[in-house]
């Protein structure tokens, strides 16, 4: 079976800690060996959010004034080396016998796509409300909420086309354990000539996996994230934790942008496109979540199945 296998950026930093290496590695050994298991078994692609660590970047670039900052292209292939690196590390120190292989990929997008105009993908650390609203009024930045606090959103252009994906099947093709499109890629448009260009935005990660998935013919899509599932009423006392939708029923419902909603999403279009499952959960239950025992399973013509509520 083929499995993608997709870390939010919040499964590696949670919430309220800082982007500091050692927790990053931490956080990364945790789900490292989460997946490893299913590595064993099953052919696995690994993708990963970016959108805690291309914010600090952006902020480190700020902070240096010799050099006009790095343009968000650049960032995102910065911050794919150094989480990929750390992935790939981790995962060849429990999978001793696997090849694994990160690959830096690239990700068409439209110059004239309509999200460029609507920035709402989050990047950065949480702020508080006046240090958003300081920031927003400072530096021009579009501030959206998040949880119990506001990030900074950039625009995020739906991706097109993943320009390494031959490459990415040559590496299934010889059992290599592919770690890839991380942060959604690195977004390029195409010039002219026939060749490539980066751009200024940040494409949604879990877009970007539904696509690598389909792509692939892949089986399985897996969206980890800090949260158990899809939950209904959320921070609510009505809260209740999904356990299996169709793509029909969970269109009906809404969820947070910017969090949530983009991973139902990409769930809902990757079952509606290839007929697979996806299912979106926590990374420590990424093998129940295989297995069908955990997370939230989105299948074809599914009705809505909840826990009971909490407490």
């Known amino acids: 079976m083929l499995v993608v296998a997709a870390l939010g950026g919040n499964a590696l930093l949670r919430r309220g800690e800082t982007v500091d290496a050692a927790t990053q590695r931490r956080n990364v050994a945790a789900a490292a060996g989460a997946l490893a298991g299913i590595a064993t078994a099953h052919r696995l692609v690994v993708t990963h959010g970016n959108g805690p660590q291309v914010g600090l970047l952006a902020l480190q670039s700020e902070a240096y004034g010799a050099v006009a900052p790095y343009p968000l292209d650049l ?39 309509p999200a460029i105009r609507q920035p709402d993908k989050p990047i950065g650390p949480v702020y508080d409300d006046a240090t958003a609203e300081r920031l927003g009024r400072e530096r021009g930045w579009t501030m959206i909420a998040d949880g119990d606090g506001f990030r900074r959103a950039v625009p995020s252009p739906q991706p097109r086309r993943i320009v390494e ?20 890629g690195i977004p390029v448009v195409a010039t002219a000539d026939g060749g490539w260009r980066g751009f200024e935005a940040v494409v949604d990660k879990d877009a970007t996996s539904a696509l690598l998935a389909a792509e692939l013919g892949a089986d399985v899509l897996l969206l980890l994230t800090d949260v158990a599932g899809v939950w209904t009423d959320w921070r609510t006392p009505a809260a209740r934790l999904l356990r299996r939708a169709g793509p029909d029923a969970l269109r009906e419902l809404t969820f947070p942008p910017g969090s949530m909603a983009p991973k139902v999403a990409a769930a809902c279009h990757f079952v509606e496109q290839t ?3 996806a299912v979106i959960g926590a990374p420590t239950d990424a093998a129940d979540m295989l297995d069908g025992t955990a997370g939230t399973q989105i299948l074809p013509d599914q009705v809505l199945g909840w826990d009971e509520p909490a407490g």
């Open 275 to 277: 007929g697979g499952r």
């Open 165 to 184: 994906l031959t490459t990415i099947r040559l590496l299934l093709e010889a059992d290599v354990l592919v770690v890839c499109c991380g942060g959604g």
């Open 75 to 113: 960032l995102g292939a910065e911050s794919e080396g150094m989480i990929g690196y750390l992935i790939d590390q981790e995962l060849q120190n429990l999978l001793p016998a696997r090849q694994v292989a990160t690959l830096l990929t690239q990700v068409e997008v439209a110059p004239d796509d």
